[in-house]
């Protein structure tokens, strides 16, 4: 199982970007897909997530309305759009996933999520 991450670039305040996370070796149509991200001295933290079986999503409030999870089955991607970005927005961003179908909660916690993408740096800055 491998999960690809891409898409990291610097960006303006204000500006949008897309992140991809491509799996691989995982039936794509039952994951939970988790966007974590991560600044230095400070823990990772789950900030949006997918439920590919039916496409449930979740949204940390600091997030909500400006990020947008969606999925490619086709192409076994799960895409972060993220506009109106800010400055404490920059993070390496992380995609992670487990094998489980949507079972009612969502799970915050790393040690949830079995596969991880490489992480791709997000710098926000004017």
């Known amino acids: 199982v491998q999960l690809v991450d891409s898409g990291g670039d610097p960006v303006q305040p204000g500006g949008s970007l897309r992140l991809s996370c491509t799996a691989s070796?995982?039936?794509?149509?039952?994951?939970?897909v988790a966007w974590f991200r991560q600044v230095p001295g400070k823990e990772r933290e789950m900030f949006a997530a997918?439920?590919?079986?039916?496409?449930?999503?979740y949204y940390h409030h600091s997030v909500k309305g400006r990020f947008t999870v969606s999925q490619d089955n086709a192409k076994n991607t799960v895409y972060l759009q993220m506009n109106r970005v800010k400055a404490e927005d920059t993070a390496m961003y992380y995609c992670a996933a487990a094998a489980r179908s949507w079972g009612g909660v969502w799970y915050s916690h790393t040690s949830s999520y079995s596969y991880w993408g490489q992480g791709t740096q997000v710098t926000v800055s004017p």
């Open positions: 070796g995982v039936t794509f149509s039952v994951l939970n």
């Open positions: 997918i439920s590919t079986d039916n496409g449930f999503l």
